[in-house]
């Protein structure tokens, strides 16, 4: 049996997406991944308690809460700001990859859309690959924002999700095309590694 991962936020997108691959890969086993700063645990929790409901789950579900309060400051703190989206998603790609491969999971699973923010661009998306280094799944990528809400709608998470507002850090225009020398040379400066560990080394588990 597989042992996947789900990125999840307070968002629409990514309950949706762990809820698609579960329903259509009952041989598979779904944790989910929640980047912490402050805000949205308790939104979290309940769409995965009904993701649980809509699947008959019986088992309790992992839930990895990682604080990324520090990396996301020192990314909005940065000169180079508008690559801040970038850089965040890999940054939290590298960190599911590394609590990925310390616990055995197979894959990643995210609520990417092509082209519905400026992280989910193909030329973003490739860069973002490069981050990690487990597969990514993304059984959304051709939805359209209004089929991802009636799917969300339909299982019952996205009474929880509208109450999210969104990403309070990104800025006003990010950089919908990167490469990846620019951005690694960024991550350098940065000291993104640094980061990186001090927010594994707070890492808690859940069991829901």
Known sequence: MLKLLSLISGGIDSPVAAYLIQKNSKETHLDFIFFFTGAD???VKKCIKQIKKQLNIKRKIKLFIVPYKQVISSLVGMEKRRFQCILC???MLRMSSIIARKYGYDALITGDSLGQVASQTLENLFVEDRAGEIPVLRPLIGYDKMDIVRVAADIGTL?????HLGCQ?????PKTTS???EV???EKELDISRLIRGA???VEVEEI
């Not at 009474?159 to 109450?163: A, D, G, L």
């Not at 850090?169 to 225009?173: E, I, S």
């Open 41 to 43: 645990k308790t939104i």
């Open 89 to 91: 998603k890999r940054a």
């Open 159 to 163: 009474q929880f999700s509208q109450k």
């Open 169 to 173: 850090f990104a800025p006003k225009k």
């Open 179 to 181: 490469s990846l020398e």
């Open 184 to 186: 690694e040379k960024i």
């Open 200 to 202: 594994l080394g707070g």
